[in-house]
């Protein structure tokens, strides 16, 4: 069986906070207390997905939706899915997991009326800014400062082909 056909992907479920708040910890300079993972778990479970290889948490994706200005047009309003944090143990990088992951929180968030979809991520990041960008997503703008050490930050943004929302 090769790795990628024993990869789970499933909803968080409280039981793995743990073992989130771990990966969080060791692959992310930004990390969220408990009560942060609990809200976002609130808010969006659908989209809140973790990758699982033979009973080990190897990563997970949040996201949650927000109503506020279109980052298409300044006159408009949107419901906007926001892709919060993304993240996979260095070992098992590389390997698709993070793709599968958010493919499926995508969904999720569309599935959820999102028309337009979002995240920032670390300038320095480029393989993380180039997975977005296989997945659809274009640089909009750069943030600067934006990161608790000073670091910049690149919001991306993509809107959701019409044909692709579902109502809930």
């Keep these: 069986m090769t790795e990628q056909s024993s990869i789970i992907i499933r909803k968080f479920e409280l039981?793995?906070?743990d073992q989130v708040m771990e990966i969080n910890k060791q692959t992310l300079p930004e990390n969220y207390p408990e009560s942060?993972?609990?809200t976002i778990h609130a808010e969006l479970p659908s989209a809140f997905l973790i990758a699982e290889m033979n009973g080990k948490l190897i990563g997970y994706t949040m996201a949650r939706i927000e109503r506020g200005l279109s980052h298409y047009s300044i006159f408009h309003r949107a419901k906007k899915g926001h892709t919060v944090s993304v993240a996979i143990r260095p070992e098992y990088r590389r390997k698709g997991f993070a793709t599968k992951l958010l493919k499926e929180s995508i969904a999720a968030m569309i599935k959820h009326g999102a028309s337009e979809l979002f995240l920032e991520v670390r300038v320095s990041n480029i393989p993380a800014v180039n997975l977005y960008k296989s997945l659809g997503y274009e640089i909009l703008k750069e943030i600067n400062h934006y990161y608790r050490d000073f670091e910049s930050a690149y919001l991306m943004v993509q809107?959701?082909?019409?044909t692709s929302k579902h109502t809930s």
């Design 159 to 162: 809107k959701v082909p019409k």
């Design 15 to 17: 039981k793995d906070l």
């Design 36 to 38: 942060f993972f609990r």
